[in-house]
C-alpha cells in the first residue's frame, strides 16, 4: 500500500466554512430596564400624540356635533377606534424597534411563549373566569360608587358591544405586553418576584382609577387582579398566558353585564 498516497490530516484543506459548527452569540435577557423605559416612552409620545390628533380634528370639524372634549373621552364611537388606532401604531413602532435591538422575534423578546397556552388553556380559562366572578362578588362587600365614569361607556346596545370586544380581545394583549412583557421582568431582575409584583401592579391599578373614580375598594381588587396575572405570568414563564387569563376576567365581566342588562338591550338596569 502506498501511504504517500493519503496525505496527513495536517495537510489536508481547511473544511469549507459552511461546514464548521456556527456559533450563535449568546441570546442576553430581554428586556432591561432601560428598554421598559424606552417603551413606556414611545407609548406615551404615540398614544398622547394620535389620541390628541384625533380629538383636535374630532372636535373642529364638529364631527360628532357641538360637545367638548370632555364628552368625547366617554364617545364610544371615537374612543374604541382611535386606541385600536394608537395601540396598533404602538405595537408596530416597538416591535420593529426591539426587533433589531434584540436581534430576535419581537415576541421572543417579551417571553410571549403561545405553547405554554396551548399546553395549560384549560387551567387558564379557569382562573380567568373564576378571578372574574370571585372580584365581581367580592366587590358586593366593597364601598363603590353607585356610580362610575365608565358607565358612560354603556348607553347603548351598539357602545356595549364595541367596548365588550376591545375589552375582551385588545386591551388585554396591550396591557399584558406592557406590563408583565415589559415593565415586570425588567423590574425583577432588580428587585425579585415580590416587589417587582407589587411595583408592576401599582401604575396597572392607577391606569384604571379614572374609569372607578379612584374608589379603593375597586381599585384594590384590580391591584388584586395585577398579582395574579404576574403569578401566571412568573410561573407559566409566558405573557400570553397571562393576557388569556386577564381576557377571561374581562370576559367574566361583561358576561354579567350581558346577563344583567338583557342582552345590552336595557342598559338602565345596571343604574338600579
Known amino acids: 500500500m502506498n501511504w504517500n498516497a493519503y496525505p496527513a490530516p495536517e495537510l489536508l484543506p481547511p473544511a469549507p466554512p459552511e461546514a ?5 452569540p449568546p441570546v442576553r435577557e430581554t428586556p432591561t430596564l432601560l428598554e421598559t423605559v ?5 407609548a406615551a409620545i404615540l398614544l398622547l400624540g394620535i389620541q390628541g ?16 372634549l370632555r364628552k368625547l373621552v366617554y364617545e364610544t364611537r371615537f374612543t374604541i377606534p382611535i386606541m385600536l388606532v394608537s395601540y396598533g401604531a404602538v405595537l408596530l413602532a416597538v416591535a420593529t424597534l ?11 423578546g417579551i417571553h410571549w411563549n403561545f405553547d405554554r397556552v396551548r399546553q395549560y388553556w384549560p387551567w387558564l380559562l379557569g382562573i380567568g373566569i373564576g378571578l372574574g366572578f370571585g372580584v365581581q362578588l367580592a366587590s358586593n362587600f366593597l364601598p363603590v360608587p353607585k356610580e362610575l365614569p365608565v ?3 354603556f348607553r347603548t346596545a351598539l357602545d356595549a358591544w364595541m367596548v365588550a370586544l376591545f375589552g375582551i380581545f385588545i386591551a388585554p394583549i396591550a396591557e399584558e405586553i406592557a406590563f408583565r412583557g415589559f415593565l415586570y421582568p425588567s423590574l425583577r431582575r432588580w428587585t425579585g418576584m415580590g416587589i417587582a409584583a407589587v411595583l408592576t401592579s401599582i401604575p396597572f391599578a392607577l391606569l384604571h382609577a379614572q374609569q372607578v373614580a379612584h374608589a379603593w375598594g375597586p381599585l384594590a381588587m384590580v391591584f388584586l387582579v395585577s398579582i395574579i396575572l404576574v403569578a401566571v405570568r412568573e410561573r407559566t414563564g409566558s405573557v400570553a398566558a397571562s393576557a388569556l387569563v386577564h381576557a377571561c376576567y374581562n370576559l367574566s365581566i361583561f358576561i354579567v353585564i350581558f346577563y344583567g342588562s338583557g342582552g345590552f338591550m336595557h342598559l338602565e338596569r345596571l343604574k338600579d
Do not use: N, Q
Not at 424606552?38 to 414611545?42: D, L, N, Y
Not at 390628533?53 to 364631527?63: D, I, Q
Open 53 to 68: 390628533f384625533g380629538a383636535a380634528v374630532v372636535l373642529h370639524w364638529h364631527l360628532f356635533g357641538h360637545i367638548g
Open 38 to 42: 424606552a417603551f413606556f416612552t414611545i
Open 20 to 24: 464548521l459548527p456556527h456559533k450563535h
Open 151 to 153: 358607565d358612560a361607556f
Open 98 to 108: 426591539f426587533r433589531r435591538v434584540w436581534m430576535r422575534p419581537f415576541l421572543d
